[in-house]
């Protein structure tokens, strides 16, 4: 795909989520959508058959880029519950970002637009238990904790104001006693939320 037609596509797609998000319904216009990204709606239906497909790319932008973080990793240097807390983290940044389009589309954690983000799923979901099961090994994670549960409850957090805090204590859930959950997510994230 030529780069600016990525960008048209990546414009409209966030502009579906701000408009949405915004109005508080999927009650939209094309044209509205298609106004905020800047593009004709001639551009948005040369990318998306229908709106339905395009605000069902908001979770398949979101989940692919959650999908190339269990891949390749947040950061090279990181260990592998880095990695694991990275990713989980990285989810709360951006169902806290999609919060309002979230609510309007109707979606629920745990239950998303399955035929758009079955592949993507299906590829995120082995990857990040790989990465789980070596944090487990190094004694980092707890044997009863599950990674579909901690991507769930991450998914949860959507108040912006105290993110921070909500990861600490998922993060104290998930590790076990060699791990000090608020000095580790302090180190990591606490710089960056500021």
């Known amino acids: 795909m030529r780069a600016d037609a990525h960008h048209n596509r990546l ?14 319904t999927t009650d939209v216009n094309v044209r509205e959508i298609a ?43 990181y260990t592998p519950v880095q990695q694991v807390l990275a990713i989980l983290e990285a989810f709360t940044r951006m169902t806290t970002t999609d919060d309002r389009f979230i609510a309007a589309a109707g ?23 790989a990465l ?8 980092m994670l707890r044997r009863s904790a599950d990674p579909r549960d901690a991507v769930e409850l991450a998914g949860a957090i959507r108040d912006g104001s105290r993110r921070i805090q909500m990861m600490t204590m998922l993060t104290a859930g998930i590790c ?19």
Do not use: C
């Open 11 to 24: 414009q409209l797609v966030r502009a579906a989520r701000d408009v949405i998000g915004q109005k508080g």
């Open 107 to 129: 979606l629920k954690v745990g239950h998303a637009p399955p035929r758009a983000l079955q592949p993507i799923r299906q590829s995120f979901d082995p990857l990040f238990a």
């Open 176 to 194: 076990t006693g060699a791990v000090e959950a608020e000095a580790l997510v302090s180190q990591m994230f606490l710089k960056r939320s500021k």
């Open 132 to 139: 789980w099961v070596e944090a487990q090994r190094e004694g």
């Open 35 to 77: 106004s905020a990204a800047g593009v004709g709606t001639a551009t948005l239906y040369r990318h998306f058959p229908n709106k339905e497909v395009l605000i069902d790319e908001v979770s398949v932008v979101r989940w692919s880029r959650m999908e190339a973080f269990a891949r390749h990793g947040v950061r090279a240097a």
